[in-house]
């Protein structure tokens, strides 16, 4: 009875365990409007200078600092904080700065904000499945997510490891919680968010490879 018992009982807590990260991505979707509200109707750089990520950019819009965690992430910090963040930016719509100048995207570029991905379950960069790929860290997790496409035309040993996770992790059930441009959350497959789309076939595009 019991070892029936028990993988029903896990189940039921990683899926609390997901609803509660699904929780903390549509507050971070929240602070995301807030912050466009407060710059223009823009998104948040990924880097504006120096140290200063995006998560930095965030931090005083989010009121609860577990946001910042999900809960079926092995913390590898003591206190939840923006530079722990264990979710990750779709780089195809917070826009990097260029030689330290930062180069934010207004929301009105964006043509399809409710199929456009924007935070989501990032990869731990300390993972034993990263080790010796020379994938860039930031304590807890990446600070980016990555088209698998785009990868595919990079020659590092980490883009040719990104073409097949693009940087998030699927710690729900297989999947990961994903939350859009549009501040919806939903659990998407690993499967549906690493498809490789084409320039002939993108019917979704969820990383706006083509709608930018």
């Known amino acids: 009875m019991a070892a029936i018992l028990f993988p029903v009982f896990a189940q039921a807590r990683e899926k609390a365990r997901q609803a509660s990260c699904a929780s903390n991505l549509k507050q971070l979707g929240l602070a995301v409007a807030m912050y466009s509200q407060d710059y223009d109707e823009t998104v948040m750089c990924y880097v504006n200078g120096g140290s200063n990520y995006w998560p930095n950019a965030l931090d005083p819009y989010v009121k609860q600092r577990k946001s910042w965690y999900c809960p079926t992430f092995p913390r ?81 040993t980490c883009a040719r490891y990104l073409v097949t996770t693009g940087g998030l992790d699927p710690r729900h059930s297989g999947g990961s919680n994903v939350l859009f441009l549009d501040s919806h959350v939903k659990w998407l497959r690993q499967t549906a968010i690493t498809a490789i789309e084409t320039d002939l076939s993108h019917p979704v595009d969820l990383w706006g490879h083509w709608t930018r």
């Not at 990750?88 to 934010?104: D, E, Q, R, Y």
């Open 76 to 156: 590898d910090s003591g206190a939840p904080s923006a530079n722990s963040s264990t979710y990750g930016a779709n780089l195809t719509h917070v826009i990097n700065s260029v030689n330290g100048n930062p180069a934010p995207s207004s929301l009105a570029t964006f043509q399809r904000p409710a199929e456009l991905m924007l935070l989501a379950d990032s990869e731990d960069s300390k993972s034993t499945a990263l080790t010796g790929k020379g994938c860039s860290s930031f304590q807890a997790g990446f600070l980016g997510l990555y088209h698998p496409v785009e990868q595919a035309a990079l020659s590092t």
